[in-house]
DNA sequence: TTGAAAGCGCTAACAT
DNA sequence: ATGTTAGCGCTTTCAA
């Protein structure tokens, strides 16, 4: 019924090794036979089966991703990165949502594995014990993306996060800022931690004191920042810092709402820099991270551990940019 | 230096037919047996390779999505909802950009059906008809979702298009509205087509007549949005429908800076249903498109369709509604 | 209830 | 330059 190798071997009259070497560009084949036997194979309209073929050569061509959210914009900016690149080296990547939700995280890595993936890339998860336990015992290359994992020592791309929040921190308190406030996302435990230490330093820095309640619970979507917004402007914020752009626009419609201007009462930031930042009015001031970036650069690592050409620096730091927008002084 | 089946069947003292009986949950195994096994598999920590069994099965339980961008809020909403389902049933997911290149289109279909997925939903593909003759001669099953793809007599998963902005339209039109423009996005050539028909059928009920220019060429983010705007205020459009979101937030910018209040001098309605249209200040009219259901239904369609159940309706009419919010009067 | 053995469609030595 | 053959790790008859 479907076409085999076999089929193309006979009717090109060749034995199916030399079919197998056409197909795979192998130079050890007379001109003419080759032509014969692509002839032959576009005729029986022949397609190798990839399973097969990744059986017999425990190669797939296929990459294993592992994401949070893929409807966020944050992650979905990530993968398209990635994907891009993948395409161009010609695989293809088989994409597992898990809500930020360790045990799912686990369990998708170990799915992939068994289906044998070429190699595997985290987005932004939180990579319990386990988990690291399981990828050290596979020889599965992985790569982890948007979130700093360091400790675990695994190929990572990533920007300094702590550098980029010191950096706006210092100039807020430079400028008067008394109040900064950090809304976290849940993004990554890893990545918040360094941006909580990057607020803390600039603080320090400055010789002003850091009070704990400056880091305010989760918001990652508009509702929650528009709720949580209630709550923060009680404690007398000057500046809110979040880490999600959907939240920080929630704080600028709530702050809108009360009647607060901004950059005036109220100064915002974000942490992210997808699109949506752009489509804000006023425009938000945005630490750009660059997501599609992130993406490809780990997908490049990827495909480099994939082929095991040697790699200088298995944890790569890409630079940001902090764009100031109206939502700052 | 992987485990296989062999080593477990050797350590538990059965054969390997034996040991896959349980991996399948065969109920013609001993308890004891059974037990046995589980056991030794738990301790060898044994994981199953999933190429092997799909080269013997043929089932790979993956799936494969054709997308155009991921990174697009309405292609991430309903790939989400396909996801989700594909989970429950014990499916990955493959997924392809394919940046509406019908090229492309076909190409990842050609290649996800080598690589032996069960089961292919196109999200909002323009299926050229090389794509469709490549389908029906392959025997994968196929869903298509977000695009009326009616004609090629495929299944799929839709709203009714036509009727939603042909509801919207007559309403503007009894409220004395006179030019209503629509605005395109390439999302779909024949969904984008159900529109403009809706749109001209509206016109024809009130008994006013429909000019083509009414329909505007392109715009599928907020930059090209915004400039499209220049173009369309000339027209003395009063009302404006988009069918991407983001385009609809250019729109409404490109009005707000040229001093154009909403609703009173334009009317703006976008198409998609995105978080988007939540985040906007006004909030702007949509056609409530349930996009993660679009995905969760398509994506169990296709699971009937893996395994041969019966269907009922291939081409699944899902329900809209119109939300109206204070960019229209 | 269990085992033996024949594939699944390909790659990759090894011969020739 | 080409063919032969032995797997890859599993599922699935068919026998016992």
């Known amino acids: 019924m479907t076409v085999t190798i076999y089929d193309v071997a006979r009717e090109a009259k060749v034995s199916m090794a030399t079919v197998s070497r056409v197909l795979n560009g192998n130079p050890n084949v007379k001109p003419e036979t080759r032509k014969k036997v692509k002839e032959v194979i576009k005729r029986l309209n022949y397609r190798p089966n990839a399973v097969a073929r990744g059986l017999a050569s425990k190669k797939t061509t296929t990459v294993g991703v592992i994401i949070p959210d893929i409807s966020n914009m944050y992650y979905s900016s990530l993968a398209r990165g990635l994907d891009d690149i993948a395409e161009m080296y010609n695989y293809q990547t088989i994409i597992t949502n898990t809500d930020h939700d360790p045990e799912k995280e686990r369990d998708s890595f170990l799915n992939l594995v068994s289906k044998q993936v070429d190699g595997i890339v985290f987005l932004g998860g939180t990579l319990n014990e386990a988990t690291i336990e399981d990828i050290k015992n596979s020889n599965v290359p992985v790569v982890i993306c948007g979130t700093s994992e360091k400790d675990a020592d695994l190929p990572s791309v990533n920007i300094d996060y702590f550098s980029a929040i010191k950096e706006v921190t210092e100039r807020l308190l430079e400028k008067g800022s008394e109040n900064v406030y950090f809304v976290k996302a849940n993004y990554s435990r890893q990545l918040e931690g360094r941006i909580e230490d990057g ?81 804000m009015r006023p425009p938000v001031t945005s630490i750009a991270i660059p997501l599609y970036d992130i993406g490809a650069v780990g997908m490049r690592l990827l495909t480099k551990y994939m082929n095991d050409e040697t790699v200088d620096e298995p944890n790569v730091i890409l630079p940001y940019r902090i764009e100031y927008r109206l939502s700052t002084k």
């Not at 709720?227 to 920080?248: G, P």
């Not at 626009?249 to 820099?273: F, T």
């Open 199 to 279: 607020l803390k330093a600039a603080y320090d820095e400055a010789g002003k004191s850091f009070k704990e309640e400056y880091i305010e619970s989760v918001a990652e979507d508009y509702q929650t920042g528009k709720e949580l917004f209630e709550q923060l402007v009680d404690h007398d914020a000057d500046v809110i810092i979040t880490m999600s752009d959907e939240a920080a626009v929630g704080v600028l419609h709530g702050a809108l709402d009360r009647g607060i201007s901004l950059p005036n009462r109220l100064q915002l930031i974000s942490c992210s820099n997808t699109r949506l930042v752009h489509m």
